[in-house]
């Protein structure tokens, strides 16, 4: 079993910035690969940045690349969301995620196993 927790959302301006956090426990956690996805109001889930277990590979929603930078800190088993130039349109419900069964970084979000309870993000204009 692993717990997710996400932490870091708010209210922030556009043009603002936010940075996200998401502590995994349970296993171990230098095997997991992780990701954030989000939800906007109506619309379905959609895959942002993933990283893989050894850090060794990102990736991003073409939505956030060049200003979202995904980062891991093993020694606290500890992802991070680090989101510039934030948009309205970047508002959502952020979710971190865990894969067990895959070790690259993903945006699939049928190789995720665990996921956290979500943290809104509201970017106003």
């Known amino acids: 079993q692993v717990q997710v927790?996400?932490?870091?959302?708010?209210?922030?301006q556009a043009?603002?910035?936010?940075?996200?956090?998401?502590?995994a426990s349970g296993r171990t956690a230098s095997s997991y690969a992780m990701g954030w996805f989000r939800q906007?109001?109506?619309?379905?889930?959609?895959?942002?940045?993933?990283?893989?277990?050894?850090?060794?590979?990102?990736?991003?929603a073409d939505s956030v690349k060049g200003r979202w930078t995904i980062s891991r800190e093993y020694a606290k088993n500890t992802v991070?969301?680090?989101m510039n130039s934030l948009k309205p349109e970047d508002t959502a419900v952020y979710y971190c995620t865990v894969?067990?069964?895959?070790?690259?970084?993903?945006?699939?979000?049928s190789d995720y196993d665990y996921w956290g309870q979500g943290t809104q993000v509201t970017v106003s204009s």
């Open 80 to 82: 991070y969301l680090q």
């Open 5 to 12: 927790v996400e932490s870091g959302g708010g209210l922030v």
């Open 40 to 60: 906007a109001p109506g619309k379905e889930r959609e895959f942002v940045a993933a990283i893989s277990s050894r850090a060794l590979n990102t990736k991003y």
């Open 99 to 109: 894969s067990l069964r895959y070790g690259g970084s993903s945006h699939r979000e």
């Open 15 to 23: 043009g603002g910035s936010l940075s996200l956090s998401c502590a």
